[in-house]
């Protein structure tokens, strides 16, 4: 079945430092990428998503490109805040059974210091 | 704000005792799922409805869980004879279908059975 993998956490990086966190999945077809991130407290947010290989996602300055011939979908920023400290989710949505139903990778903690 | 709102957010139980969540989805999203999540992990897809019809349900999705939809509004997720290991966060989320698949999540549901 589908799956998605994330490089274990806790992530702890000083401000202004840079970030990636890697992912990678095993889908059957041909399935939409997605990072959410779930900030202290709240629910999870959408944060930026790509729906074929080669497109590339962008959102508060956070990147990932989808990656078919590595199954990949690594997040990127270039210079964190602290306001970025959260649980970021890697998932796919595999859209054959067309329910689109979102497989989770199990979350890296970021903790971002001034 | 008219996002996705779940009630109560956060609920503690006996053993034993059944328990009724309700999920009020973004008006005109015809697609609403159910997931749970445990500590450390991400969230597991539970079941999916596409307006009033249960459209899948996963198989962690035991006989003493059940969801309704009616009339492809708010939508609940019953728990009969809850045991311990039923403690999580239960999360709701909905989507606009056919015009775009990313999901919008609740702020979630806690359970924790005593």
């Known amino acids: 079945g589908d799956s998605v993998t994330q490089m274990e956490g806790p992530v702890t990086l000083s401000e202004e430092a840079c970030l990636t966190i890697?992912?990678?999945?095993?889908?059957?077809?041909?399935?939409?990428l997605f990072w959410y991130v779930q900030y202290p407290g709240e629910g999870l947010q959408l944060l930026l998503k790509a729906t074929k290989a080669d497109d590339k996602g962008s959102n508060k300055g956070f990147e990932a490109t989808y990656r078919k011939e590595t199954t990949s979908f690594h997040l990127e920023k270039g210079s964190v805040q602290v306001s970025d400290s959260a649980v970021y989710f890697c998932?796919?949505?595999?859209?054959?059974?067309?329910?689109?139903?979102?497989?989770f990778g199990k979350g890296t903690l970021l903790t971002v210091n001034p | 704000d008219t996002g996705v709102s779940q009630d109560p957010r956060h609920k503690i139980t006996k053993r034993g005792q059944n328990v009724t969540f309700r999920c009020d989805p973004i008006?005109?999203?015809?697609?609403l799922y159910w997931y749970r999540q445990t500590l450390g992990q991400g969230p597991e897809f539970l079941t999916y409805f596409q307006n009033e019809a249960q459209l899948e349900k996963s198989r962690l999705l035991s006989d003493r869980f059940s969801a309704e939809r009616p009339k492809g509004s708010f939508s609940t997720l019953e728990i009969q004879r809850t045991e311990q290991g039923d403690s999580a966060m239960y999360l709701c989320?909905?989507?606009?279908?056919?015009?775009?698949?990313?999901?919008?999540f609740g702020p979630g549901t806690r359970l924790t059975v005593t």
């Open positions: 989320a909905s989507s606009p279908g056919a015009s775009g698949y990313e999901q919008y």
């Open positions: 998932a796919l949505s595999e859209p054959g059974g067309s329910n689109y139903k979102l497989t």
């Open positions: 890697n992912c990678t999945y095993t889908a059957t077809g041909y399935p939409s």
């Open positions: 008006s005109e999203h015809n697609r």
